[in-house]
T-cell receptor, first 117, second 114 residues
Framework: DAGVIQSPRHEVTEMGQEVTLRCKPI?????LFWYRQTMMRGLELLIY????????DSGMPEDRFSAKMPNASFSTLKIQPSEPRDSAVYFC???????????????FGPGTRLTVL | AQSVTQPDIHITVSEGASLELRCNYS??????LFWYVQSPGQGLQLLLK??????LVQGIKGFEAEFKRSQSSFNLRKPSVHWSDAAEYFC????????????FGAGTRLAVHP
């Protein structure tokens, strides 16, 4: 099992540019999560999907952020236009849904370190 | 409001010393609780989890955690720390409104002195 795959691992861009982060979840997992990690705010859940449908996007900071999951094996997080305050590490995670009311482990990708100049 | 609190931001221990990282939760029902570890430049990896039953839970890499309902705590322990344990540790609990969503503590960064 290759685990959760994220690309790119590092992204440096200039303010105002569009940024697209990519994620391939573990096969068979029906939940996908996007997190952002910064020193100031720690680990924040941005959005999560179940069976490719967005369930909770309350953590998405503003309209500049959007996420899609066109199929079970691919998701994108887009920032347009990017700003320096978006600099962070963005993680994708996937899991199987809860079983008999018991939550399952989330498996995290290695993250994408985004720097917006 | 539901919360997970890790009171210690940084902890430094000597290699071979014992370790205890604190985690407190606020939760109405019996919680499900997780400890994750993040090594530098890596994603988070599950160390152990508590769902029910025995309150002392064994995890990977020689870690264990004890659930104490009376103290609303789920502290992580290791009897002898290795230099490779230097990392950031996160306690987490599912959001009461939807178990698939996790609430993470702020994390504790562990440094290990030789």
């Amino acid at each position: 099992d290759a685990g959760v795959i994220q690309s790119p691992r590092h992204e440096v861009t200039e303010m105002g540019q569009e940024v697209t982060l990519r994620c391939k979840p573990i096969s068979g997992h029906d939940y996908l999560f996007w997190y952002r990690q910064t020193m100031m705010r720690g680990l924040e859940l941005l959005i999560y999907f179940n069976n490719n449908v967005p369930i909770d996007d309350s953590g998405m900071p503003e309209d500049r952020f959007s996420a899609k999951m066109p199929n079970a094996s691919f998701s994108t997080l887009k920032i347009q236009p990017s700003e320096p305050r978006d600099s962070a590490v963005y993680f994708c995670a996937s899991s199987r849904g809860q079983l008999a009311g018991v939550p399952n482990e989330q498996f995290f990708g290695p993250g994408t370190r985004l720097t917006v100049l | 409001a539901q919360s997970v609190t890790q009171p210690d931001i940084h902890i430094t221990v000597s290699e071979g010393a014992s370790l205890e990282l604190r985690c407190n939760y606020s939760y109405g029902a019996t919680p499900y609780l997780f400890w994750y570890v993040q090594s530098p430049g890596q994603g988070l990896q599950l160390l152990l989890k508590y769902f029910s039953g025995d309150t002392l839970v064994q995890g990977i890499k020689g870690f264990e955690a004890e659930f104490k309902r009376s103290q609303s705590s789920f502290n992580l322990r290791k009897p002898s720390v290795h230099w490779s344990d230097a990392a950031e540790y996160f306690c987490a609990a599912p959001f009461s409104g939807g178990y698939n969503k996790l609430i993470f503590g702020a994390g504790t960064r562990l440094a290990v002195h030789p």
